[in-house]
């Protein structure tokens, strides 16, 4: 029985759904980087690097590269790269729309004013 294609969709964006993962895409849009490059940049345990790169590899997002004692990482394609850049205008447009509302709750803003006596009773 084949996944259905939302299904897909949905391990597709979990598979992104990690920081670190996020962050290396980032770095790999420019080409392909060192292994150690990546480590200096995102300070995490190789370990760390090292399982967040294999879940990359895995779904197919990204491929190493060997010249001779150094791995590196690419960008299996420039989709990956377009999908981040979409990621950045939608969350642009968001946290925009975000300001104008707290610019429009600041200027409504106008003080309670409380009344501090008692009202009798008692």
């Known amino acids: ?3 259905p294609l939302y299904q897909a969709k949905a391990e597709f964006f979990r598979m992104l759904g990690h920081p670190v993962r996020i962050r290396v895409l980032e770095l790999l849009q420019g080409g ?3 292994v150690r490059d990546l480590l200096s940049e995102i300070e995490i345990e190789p370990s760390s690097l090292s399982q967040q790169l ?3 590899r895995r ?8 010249e001779g004692s150094t791995v590196s990482y690419a960008l299996a394609g420039g989709d990956v790269a377009e999908l981040l850049r979409a990621a950045r205008r939608i969350l642009t447009e968001l946290l925009a729309g975000q300001n104008e509302l707290l610019e429009e709750l600041r200027q409504t803003d106008t003080p309670l004013s409380v009344s501090r006596g008692g ?3 008692g």
Do not use: D, E, Y
Not at 59 to 66: A, E, N, T, Y
């Open 32 to 34: 392909p980087v060192a």
């Open 1 to 3: 029985m084949q996944v």
């Open 54 to 56: 294999a879940v990359l």
């Open 119 to 121: 009202s009798g009773g």
């Open 59 to 66: 779904s197919g997002i990204v491929v190493s590269i060997r």
